[in-house]
Each structure stands twice: as structure tokens, then as C-alpha cells.
């Protein structure tokens, strides 16, 4: 018997694919994630299934796969799924639709938000097997092969960013299935397309659709009610009372981009949030929920009959009202992340990072020393690579959330105070992850590349201990003057930050604002003015043990933060969409990893 074809969806992301032809409508999707997925057959019962994308698991030789509609293999395809990688153990598509009449009626439906989901039609060729403590069977495909894709009217699964199709929830794999069951399941496909074309042509939000569709309402009933509703509307777009000429250009797209850039800032504003240069019309753009629902759906033309609670419903899924949530939340989160103290980006090298993989650095202090080469001699090769450090990023975040209840309280200010709170997070991540290098095996820090600890008498890089005094900084100074090269030479090291516990501050305040004065008396010259150069850096996570001299990091690898590429501005927020609950969320996502790279560059001095 060959391998019964399985099904799920997956998540189309609006926008053009570089390279696409002329033309074609082309939209990114996520074809399929290691995310488990409830099933039902007769051999096992119920248990989960996991699809594996490990290298090797999927069989692309179908590529590219026909995009269909409901997974009906009667019709010709509308499209084609091509460019076929796996990504971050995803396996993503570029889905291109063909130039028919169907194929742009339903490229229209996805682009306009009706259609939001797609189903990927597979077959699994090997698996296996393990039983959790809680007596769940796992199985995981760990050979499949994806056979088409189809466009399909709602998911029925709830889940973070995956769903399957509705077809799935009466799937049993009964190899007995009847006649009749069979029937129902085309019956059901076709309830739902029909629902669809109807909503297309007369306007109708896919909030309604979907909720059409879940109540099991016939095709003929939903059309009957688009109609009434259709009729209600008036023949032209709905003015925007917040929009006027000296608002907003003349330009459709600028003009959504400029009220939008207006909008948000009229929410933060609201809420509380500092906006440092609010937009002009921030002001004249109302901040209430309901009213700036409203606002959205009558810019779209789309009807704002009917009561707040289904207004906001239908403005998130079809107008700029989620764009402009999203856009609130994330400058609210940035602004978070900018404003809280951050004493590590003083002294630390800052770093973009393009993936997960380990980071090899050739330090500066590794660099191998110049040898003299005769009249037609050879020069001779030298090595960086006994001096490299390396290290990985990591990935943290959290998902914060907030209820249609509360939306429609008018209760968004509750959110947005929040986002502040997480970029301060993101910014405190960061320097933890430095701070706590210091602290490593007892105050020695970690174990560098030779296998010795950080602050180590084989380093040369403690002085004698002492009080913080102008002595104890000049002997600190001696060290990382005399510091050499792992080829060889002075290094000349000149000290660039003093980094001390809040138990210092004023001490060092004090000792460094001395080293300004003009110098009249012997007693005064007891305070060199070399110090008058140093940077004061004050941190929390530092043990009252001792303070440190370190030199700048453009003359020597002392330590680097390494930041994904996304995150050198600030953490990123990404939208998740919570099928089968009123829940909107955004999922705050910061990457990042610390390395002390040289020992050269800081010296430690221990408090007497």
C-alpha cells in the first residue's frame, strides 16, 4: 500500500520575491516546521507527529511543487512552489502564481489578507518512535517527501505560527474510509471556496469569512448576509475624518505611510511612552482603540457598521491597524532598549553577527612580529591563528501578548507600557552576559585560548593590591605599557577606561576630577593629569573586590559582544498569531553572545 498523503498549512508573508518575473505575483511562505502536530490512525491511535529537517529528511526531487486549490488534484494548478530551502529548520518556498484568471483571483484574495493560509500535501517514507513520560507517542518523519501545495480557506489547528488545513480535523488515516465521508470532505471543500469567491467580490472581511466558515453557515446563508451587508454600505469609500490634504501628500502609499508614522506615535503618546520627535500630526490623530479601529477600516473603504468588539476584530486582520500596533510596540520597545543604562558599551567592541555558528577572531595582539628579510631573501609566513578566540551567540526573548477584551477596553496603554520594559531587558541581557565573565571561576574570569584563566600571574595582567589611588593606577599603567605582542614587541598600551564598583564611584569621581585642576603646588602635582583621559565606567555587577584599567578596544581585543545583524539597533519584534483565541501577541527577539578575546588589554587590581 503506498504512503497516504498527510497535510498541514503553512504561513504566507506578503511581498515580493527579489528576481520574480515581471509581473507575477510571488509571496514567500514557511512550508513546514519541526513543530508536533496531533494525529489519529488506526495503527497507533493518538500520538504526535513531528516532520524532521535534518539534512537528508526531505526528498526535494518534486520541486517545484504544483500550488492548487483544497487539495484538488482534479484541477490545473494556479501556481508554482520553487526555490525550495531549508532555513533555521524551516523549509521555505517562494510560491509564484500563474497568469490565469483563477490564479489572479486568488493571488488578489492572498494579497488583500481574505486567504491566509496554505496547505502542504506530503507523504512520509520512514519513521520513528519514542513514548514520553506522559505516555504521548512522538513519531518522527524522518524521511517524507512534500507532493503540492494548495490554498485553503482556514486553518483548524491551533498553534504558534502553524496550523493545518481543515481537512485534517476529521482525518482518522482509516485505510476502510467510506464513500460517504469522502463526499463530506469535497462537500465541506467546496462550502468553504464558495464562501470565499463570494466574500472577494462583495468586499467582505476575512473575519467574517472565517467566522461564517466555523459556524458551519451554508454557502447560499453567507452569501445572503454579504448581500444585506453589501446593500447597507454606501457606494464610496468612507472619508477619513483625521486625514485632510494638509495632513497627509497626495500619494496613496506615502500617504498610508505618513498617517501610519502619525498614528503611532499618537498611541505612544498616549500611553506614556517619550516620543523624542512625535509627527506633526501625532496630535490630530485619535489614540482611542475603537475610534482609531475605526479610522483604519474607513481609509480601506471597508464598512464600520456594527459594534466596537467586531470592529477591531475586523481591523486587525484587514486595515493598517495591526501594522500600527506592531510599529507602536516595537518603538515603544526600542525606545527601552536606547534609554537604559548600558556602562559595557563604553569599553566593549560591539560586533554584527550573520548566524548561529561559532565566531572565530584573529586578535590584534596575536599579530606576529616582523622579521628582517636580506637583499633576495624569502619572506617567511606568520601565523594569527595561535592567538584566535572564539565563541556563539545565543538567542533570547519573550512573547508579550494582550487580549481583544482588552482592546476593546481601550486598554492598549497597558501594553505599550510594557515594551519599554522589554528593550531595557534586551539592553540588560547584554550586560550580563559581559559582567558575568568577571565573576567566572572565583574572580579569575574564564578560561582563555592558552588554557589559563583571564586574570592570571602567567598573564601579567594583576597589580599588587591596593586602594584606588593615583599609585595603584600608574602601577596598573606600567602593566599594560609593557604589554607584549604574542609575536613579539611592545604593545604600548595606553589606558583608556577605568571600570570600578558603585562602591568606588565617588572615590574615583574625586580622583579623576582632581587630575583637571591646574597644577600650582607639589602637593597638587600629586595627581597626574594622565588620569584626566580615563573614562569612568560604573557597574552594578561588579564584586566591591577590586576595579580595573583597560585600554580602548580599537588598540587591543579586550572583549567583544556579538550581535545578529537584526539586533545591532535593538531587539527585534515579530508579530505571532494566535489562531483559535482573541489574543494578539509579539514575540521580542534579542541575539547575542560575549567573549573576552586578549587578556592584554585589562589589568585587574585587587583592593588591599
Known amino acids: ?46 500520538h504526535y507527529e513531528i516532520l524532521s529537517h535534518t539534512k537528508g529528511a526531505i526528498d526535494l526531487s518534486r520541486a517545484p511543487l504544483p500550488l492548487i486549490e483544497a487539495h484538488d488534484t482534479r484541477s490545473l494548478p494556479i501556481g508554482v512552489v520553487d526555490n525550495l530551502r531549508i532555513v533555521d529548520k524551516k523549509l521555505r518556498g517562494e510560491i509564484r502564481f500563474g497568469a490565469s484568471a483563477r490564479a489572479t483571483e486568488v493571488a488578489a484574495d492572498v494579497e488583500a489578507g481574505i486567504i491566509r493560509n496554505l496547505s502542504v500535501g506530503y507523504t ?48 482518522e488515516n482509516n485505510p476502510q474510509e467510506t464513500e460517504t465521508q469522502t463526499r463530506a470532505m469535497e462537500n465541506e471543500r467546496s462550502r468553504c471556496i464558495a464562501i470565499t469567491r463570494a466574500a472577494k467580490v462583495l468586499k467582505v472581511d476575512s473575519a467574517t469569512v472565517a467566522d461564517f466558515i466555523a459556524r458551519g453557515v451554508s454557502a447560499d446563508e453567507a452569501k445572503s448576509e454579504m448581500l444585506e451587508g453589501f446593500e447597507a454600505r454606501s457606494p464610496n469609500m468612507i472619508p477619513d475624518q483625521h486625514a485632510s490634504p494638509r495632513m497627509f501628500p497626495n500619494d496613496a502609499t506615502a500617504q498610508q505611510n505618513d498617517f501610519r508614522s502619525a498614528a503611532v506615535d499618537a498611541v505612544l503618546l498616549r500611553a506614556g511612552v517619550q516620543v523624542k520627535t512625535p509627527h506633526p500630526a501625532a496630535r490630530d490623530v485619535s489614540a482611542s482603540v475603537s475610534e482609531l479601529a475605526r479610522v483604519c477600516l ?28 506592531q510599529d507602536a510596540t516595537h518603538k515603544a520597545t526600542l525606545r527601552g532598549y536606547e534609554d537604559e543604562p548600558s556602562s559595557h558599551r563604553q569599553w566593549v567592541r560591539t560586533q554584527p553577527v550573520q548566524d548561529f555558528k561559532q565566531q572565530n577572531r584573529a586578535i590584534l595582539g596575536s599579530a606576529p612580529a616582523l622579521a628582517q628579510i636580506n ?93 584606588l589611588s593615583a599609585t595603584t593606577l600608574g602601577a596598573a599603567r606600567s602593566i599594560l605599557r609593557k604589554m607584549t605582542a604574542l609575536g613579539g614587541g611592545y604593545l604600548s598600551l595606553v589606558p583608556r577606561h577605568l571600570i570600578v564598583p558603585p562602591e568606588l564611584e565617588t572615590e574615583a569621581e574625586i580622583l579623576l576630577a582632581s587630575a583637571t585642576k591646574h597644577v600650582s603646588s607639589v602637593s597638587e602635582a600629586d595627581t597626574p593629569k594622565w588620569l584626566q583621559n580615563l573614562s569612568l565606567v560604573v557597574e552594578p555587577r561588579l564584586g566591591n573586590d577590586a576595579f580595573y584599567l583597560a ?31 482573541d489574543v494578539y501577541a509579539w ?21 588591599s
Open 1 to 46: 500500500m503506498s504512503p497516504k498523503t498527510q497535510t498541514r498549512t503553512l504561513t504566507i508573508e506578503l511581498g515580493e520575491r527579489k528576481g520574480a518575473p515581471t509581473g507575477a505575483k510571488t509571496f514567500s511562505a514557511i512550508i513546514s516546521t519541526e513543530t508536533p502536530v496531533k494525529r489519529k490512525d488506526w495503527e497507533r491511535g493518538e
Open 124 to 171: 512520509i517514507e520512514a519513521v520513528t518512535e519514542k513514548r514520553g513520560d506522559d505516555k504521548n507517542t512522538t513519531v518522527t518523519a524522518t524521511k517524507w517527501t512534500p507532493h503540492e501545495v494548495s490554498a485553503v480557506a482556514i486553518g483548524a489547528d491551533s498553534g504558534a505560527g502553524f496550523n493545518r488545513s481543515y481537512q485534517m480535523e476529521n482525518e
Open 298 to 325: 474607513s481609509r480601506s473603504g471597508i464598512s464600520v457598521s456594527g459594534s466596537t468588539e467586531k470592529l477591531i476584530k475586523r481591523a486587525m486582520s484587514t486595515s493598517d491597524f495591526s501594522y500600527i500596533l
Open 375 to 467: 637583499e633576495g631573501g624569502e619572506y617567511t609566513h606568520g601565523s594569527l591563528s595561535d592567538g584566535g578566540a572564539s565563541y556563539t551567540v545565543a538567542k533570547y526573548g519573550k512573547i508579550v501578548s494582550i487580549t481583544w477584551e482588552a482592546l476593546v477596553n481601550d486598554d492598549l496603554g497597558a501594553l505599550l507600557r510594557i515594551q519599554p520594559a522589554m528593550g531595557q531587558a534586551a539592553r540588560r541581557k547584554e550586560a550580563d552576559l559581559v559582567y558575568a565573565m568577571f565573576a567566572e571561576n572565583a574572580g579569575a574570569g574564564p578560561l582563555m585560548q592558552d588554557g589559563v584563566n583571564l586574570f592570571h600571574a602567567d598573564h601579567g595582567n594583576i597589580a599588587t593590591a591596593g586602594a
Open 551 to 581: 585600554a580602548d578596544s580599537n588598540q587591543v581585543d579586550t572583549a567583544e559582544l556579538g550581535l545578529l545583524e537584526e539586533n545591532m539597533n535593538g531587539p527585534v519584534l515579530e508579530e505571532e498569531r494566535e489562531f483559535g483565541r
Open 587 to 607: 514575540k521580542v527577539r534579542h541575539v547575542a553572545g560575549a567573549k573576552f578575546l586578549d587578556w592584554r588589554g585589562m589589568v585587574k587590581v585587587p583592593l
